[in-house]
Structures are given as C-alpha cells and as structure tokens.
C-alpha cells in the first residue's frame, strides 16, 4: 500500500483560499485513485473530491464550483484547492487512493488513508 502525507492545512478566514497537498510514497502513485475527505467534530468522515486515473473528477455538492482536486504524478502529490472558504469547511482533511476508484468514491475500508491536516475557517 501507498504511504500517505497531508500537508497545508490552517487557521482561514472566510473567503480565503487554500491548497491542500498529499504527497505518496512507497507505491506506484499513477496508478491510484485519489480522493479527499474531511471530518468535522462529531460528524461522520465524507467525501469532498475523488480524481480517478483518467476521467473526470467527482465532486461533493458542497465543494462544488470551490474545490479543484488535481495531480501531479512526477511528484507523486495530489492537491485540493479551495476557494471561498467558509466557515462549514472546518475540518480535519484526510487524504486517500486505492487502485480502484470505487473503493475510493464509496470510502472503502481497504483505503490507503493519510494522517490527516486540519483546516479551521473562523468567520
């Protein structure tokens, strides 16, 4: 399985702009699906942006419009851009890739998964 390492996560005002990096090591990176997900305090963990090995990305109503996943497979990264944040963004952001873009898009247990970064949105 891939190693997983999140990074760029802070404290954000509304409206303000981030961009979340998952670096992998130990797997071939090109070969997986990526996806990011967040948990809020005392809500269940949620898909925000699935990218496949080729196609298009998969968005979560709420990141639609604001959240551009991407990759970078020289680097060995994905990335979640996020725009116009609000203060419902806060969370821990955790970063996740399988071979299979379904484990990915449903959360599956089988998920090589980062250590997660948070990010907190004050208003």
């Known amino acids: 399985q891939v190693q997983l390492l999140e990074s760029g996560g802070g404290l954000m005002q509304a409206g303000d702009s981030l961009r979340l990096s998952c670096t992998a090591s130990?797997?071939?990176?090109?070969?997986?699906?990526m996806g990011w997900f967040r948990q809020a305090p005392g809500k269940e963990r949620e898909l925000v942006a699935a990218?496949?090995?080729?196609?298009?990305?998969f968005y979560a109503d709420s990141a639609k419009d604001r959240f551009t996943i991407s990759r970078d497979n020289a680097k060995n990264t994905v990335y979640l851009q996020m725009n116009s944040l609000k203060p419902e963004d806060t969370a821990v952001y955790y970063c996740?890739?399988?071979?299979?873009?379904?484990?990915?898009?449903?959360?599956?247990?089988?998920?090589?998964w980062g250590q997660g970064t948070q990010v907190t949105v004050s208003s």
């Open positions: 130990g797997g071939a990176f090109s070969s997986y699906s």
């Open positions: 996740a890739g399988d071979v299979s873009y379904w484990a990915v898009r449903t959360g599956h247990k089988s998920l090589s």
């Open positions: 990218l496949p090995i080729v196609g298009s990305a």
